[in-house]
């Protein structure tokens, strides 16, 4: 079995609205995802969108991001997904996380404080650069 691994720490800070929230966590011994909760209350219309507020800030390590992605369990029973999914939070951003949750239900969806509203995974971040040429190599597959 591959030895996983070790943690990266990500810096978090509370903000005043998200006092007596829990910080992002595992729900499981191997959640990929760590839940994330809401820190207010709101109810998004029938195909309406809102831009969630969690109650923290982060400053994530350089070299990595972290991907936002929806709760499988709110997109099949409500129709709840994110419109940018998976989002990626850069490691230069040092605003609040909002959760941007779209409602493709056939119901208003509410959202109460302290519900957990989507799932975040720190990934590690390959940079990459263009070099323009004539022509590109074959493959089996081709154009």
């Known amino acids: 079995m591959p030895s996983l691994r070790p943690p990266i720490e990500i810096q978090l800070k509370r903000l005043a609205h998200g006092t007596g929230l829990p910080a992002p966590a595992y729900a499981t011994a ?6 994330v ?12 969108r809102h831009a969630v507020a969690t109650g923290f800030a982060m400053a994530i390590p350089q070299g990595y991001e972290i991907q936002v992605r929806p709760r499988s369990g709110l997109a099949l029973k409500h129709g709840i997904s994110l419109p940018n999914t998976p989002g990626t939070i850069d490691a230069d ?3 609040e996380l909002k959760i941007i949750l779209i ?20 990934a590690p971040v390959q940079m990459a650069t263009f070099a323009g040429v ?10």
């Open 37 to 48: 909760v809401s820190a207010e209350d709101v109810t998004i219309p029938t195909g309406g």
């Open 134 to 143: 004539e022509e590109l190599d074959d493959t089996a597959r081709g154009t």
């Open 30 to 35: 191997h959640a990929a995802g760590m839940d």
């Open 103 to 122: 409602n493709h239900g056939d119901q208003p969806f509410v959202v109460a404080r302290g519900d957990r509203i989507a799932q975040v995974v720190a």
């Open 93 to 95: 951003y040092r605003g």
